[in-house]
């Protein structure tokens, strides 16, 4: 059984950065594709970035290019969200996902299986 734990949520003010990680527990974490989803209040909850099962290959949403980094490290079963220069709309929960059918570029909820608790991002000044 897959268990995913997200932390590093919490609050800051705009043009910040924030690290945030997810800790998968269970067997071949290696076998999933990953994805960080977010869940603004009163809005759907949409992937903004998503990495393949060996980390060679990435997806990022237009609104978080070029300021979100995603990342995994395989040996420790740990996939990171590297953001910097936060905007007010990017406070959200943000929520770990895993693929075990290795789908991730700009896929939906559906192809995500396993579901981290989430971990609260909130920019404000």
């Known amino acids: 059984q897959v268990q995913l734990v997200e932390s590093g949520g919490r609050l800051v003010q705009p043009g910040g950065s924030l690290r945030l990680s997810c800790a998968f527990s269970?067997?071949?974490?290696?076998?999933?594709?990953m994805g960080w989803f977010r869940q603004a209040p009163g809005k759907e909850r949409l992937l903004v970035s998503g990495?393949?099962?060996?980390?060679?290959?990435?997806y990022y949403e237009d609104s978080v290019k070029g300021r979100f980094t995603i990342s995994r490290d395989n040996a420790k079963n740990t996939v990171f969200l590297q953001m910097k220069g936060l905007k007010p709309e990017d406070t959200a929960v943000y929520y770990c996902?895993?693929?075990?059918?290795?789908?991730?570029?700009?896929?939906?909820?559906?192809?995500?299986?396993?579901w981290g608790q989430g971990t609260q991002v909130t920019v404000s000044s």
């Open positions: 996902a895993g693929s075990s059918t290795g789908n991730y570029y700009g896929a939906s909820e559906r192809a995500f299986g396993s």
């Open positions: 269970g067997r071949f974490f290696s076998n999933y594709a």
């Open positions: 990495i393949n099962r060996s980390g060679s290959n990435t």
